[in-house]
T-cell receptor, first 114, second 115 residues
Framework: KNQVEQSPQSLIILEGKNCTLQCNYTVSPFSNLRWYKQDTGRGPVSLTIMTFSENTKSNGRYTATLDADTKQSSLHITASQLSDSASYICVVSADGTSYGKLTFGQGTILTVHP | KAGVTQTPRYLIKTRGQQVTLSCSPISGHRSVSWYQQTPGQGLQFLFEYFSETQRNKGNFPGRFSGRQFSNSRSEMNVSTLELGDSALYLC??????????????FGSGTRLTVV
């Protein structure tokens, strides 16, 4: 069964600090992995997308890594800001499948305190 | 270019009523998928439409239904509302209905509260 597990469930950090969120998946055959940021009450917004051959992808202060061998991904946030407070969702899709076959993680709730 | 538009943004309904939510995809996108998001279950897939045809359906009861029009706009309907239907309903649109290089974009969602 395809699964995506994220850790930690929640995280509290101080403004300016770095943090790393984890995503482990068992989706096969793997197509791509996306990290989304979701503000409370809003829809998810894509941060990065990585395919099998990509190891690292950056988007400003967000850097995602992918290890297809161990089926792990991480999202590193540098110099956190108060606006980074949100839920971060890892979404994995299997090759050649429709959007109905996306596998979602439960998300990590990040809170940045001043 | 305009994003995915969902209306209404907020809705309060009484148990037993029915509700219709609307999603207008990005211009040119032909695939629309719907998701229910609750604190306990996270994001769960409801159904997906492509060119007015339902291509996939999630594990939700028959009270949840949808349709897509020729202009790709989509609606979902929930009949005989239950308290457990309270959730954020999200739709996402994409150029095609297959994964790979084509991305998908989420709308801001409709917050449904059943009282």
């Amino acid at each position: 069964k395809n699964q995506v597990e994220q850790s930690p469930q929640s995280l509290i950090i101080l403004e300016g600090k770095n943090c790393t969120l984890q995503c482990n998946y068992t989706v096969s055959p793997f197509s791509n992995l996306r990290w989304y940021k979701q503000d409370t009450g809003r829809g998810p917004v894509s941060l990065t997308i990585m395919t099998f051959s990509e190891n690292t992808k950056s988007n400003g202060r967000y850097t995602a890594t992918l290890d297809a061998d161990t089926k792990q991904s991480s999202l590193h946030i540098t110099a956190s800001q108060l606006s980074d407070s949100a839920s971060y969702i890892c979404v994995v899709s299997a090759d050649g499948t429709s959007y109905g076959k996306l596998t979602f993680g439960q998300g990590t709730i990040l809170t940045v305190h001043p | 270019k305009a994003g995915v538009t969902q209306t209404p943004r907020y809705l309060i309904k009484t148990r037993g009523q029915q509700v219709t939510l609307s999603c207008s995809p990005i211009s040119g996108h032909r695939s629309v998928s719907w998701y229910q998001q609750t604190p306990g279950q996270g994001l769960q897939f409801l159904f997906e439409y492509f060119s007015e045809t339902q291509r996939n359906k999630g594990n939700f009861p028959g009270r949840f239904s949808g349709r897509q029009f020729s202009n790709s706009r989509s609606e979902m309907n929930v009949s005989t509302l239950e308290l457990g239907d309270s959730a954020l309903y999200l739709c996402a649109s994409s150029l095609t209905n297959f994964q790979g290089k084509y991305g998908y974009t989420f709308g801001s969602g409709t917050r449904l509260t059943v009282v």
